[in-house]
């Protein structure tokens, strides 16, 4: 999963009211809650929060699945990609080195 977080949204929700574009919420009634002895397993996701000099970035896993070692790599890995990719936007990707 990846999620992009802006600083600000360019777009003022109340100014939809009234209109086709207009956001809705309405509560959904669920036949069966979820059992509270269900274990979660999700997939790892990266979230990045953009501000005005800085991109940030967050890395969740679930530990039990995957080594924290393993992760850090795919960190280092991730930033090696973003800054090659920025450096030379034309590169092809296979060619970017991975450890």
């Not at 002895?37 to 000099?53: C, M």
């Not at 530990?63 to 034309?90: C, H, I």
């Amino acid at each position: 999963m990846f999620n992009w977080i802006p600083l600000r949204s360019s777009i003022d929700v109340s100014d939809l009211e009234e209109t086709c574009d207009a956001i809705v919420c309405d509560s959904a009634p669920f036949a069966r809650l979820m059992s509270s002895d269900v274990e979660v397993d999700q997939e790892p996701s990266i979230t990045l929060f953009a501000f005005d000099d800085r991109i940030d970035a967050s890395i969740y896993f679930p530990a039990g699945r995957f080594e924290y070692a393993k992760m850090e790599r795919f960190s280092r890995n991730l930033l090696r990609f973003v800054r090659a990719l920025l450096a030379e936007p034309d590169r092809p990707m296979r060619t970017i080195p991975l450890e």
